[in-house]
């Protein structure tokens, strides 16, 4: 089974940037279903971000056009670019693993985390 470990949260300020990493062990992800999600307090985890082994992608309507998942197979390691960043993206994210497609619902088998991303206004 794989082993998920996200990295890169931060600090930022509204309208900046973070790149968050996933990296993977014990499997390869080419052979998974790879997705972000995010969670506040209170409230239930959020797909955003979601590709598949073909090159599929698909994302949330808060985060299209700003976001993007991407994975590097060689280096086990899935992504995701964070540009023009809002408060209201403040969460903890997560990425997940399933080697069934569920897109952006939280029916993943396997999980990191996570890592804290606050925007400030």
């Known amino acids: 089974q794989v082993q998920l470990e996200e990295s890169g949260g931060g600090s930022v300020q509204a309208g900046g940037s973070l790149s968050l990493s996933c990296a993977a062990s014990g499997d390869t992800i080419s052979t998974y279903y790879m997705a972000w999600f995010r969670q506040t307090p209170g409230k239930q985890r959020e797909g955003i971000a979601v590709?598949?082994?073909?090159?599929?992608?698909y994302y949330a309507d808060s985060v299209k056009g700003r976001f993007t998942i991407s994975q590097d197979n060689h280096k086990n390691t899935l992504y995701l670019q964070m540009n023009s960043l809002k408060p209201e993206d403040t969460a903890m994210y997560y990425c997940a693993a399933d080697r069934v497609g569920y897109l952006l619902h939280p029916w993943y088998k396997y999980w990191g985390q996570g890592t804290q991303v606050t925007v400030s206004s």
């Open positions: 590709g598949d082994s073909d090159g599929q992608t």
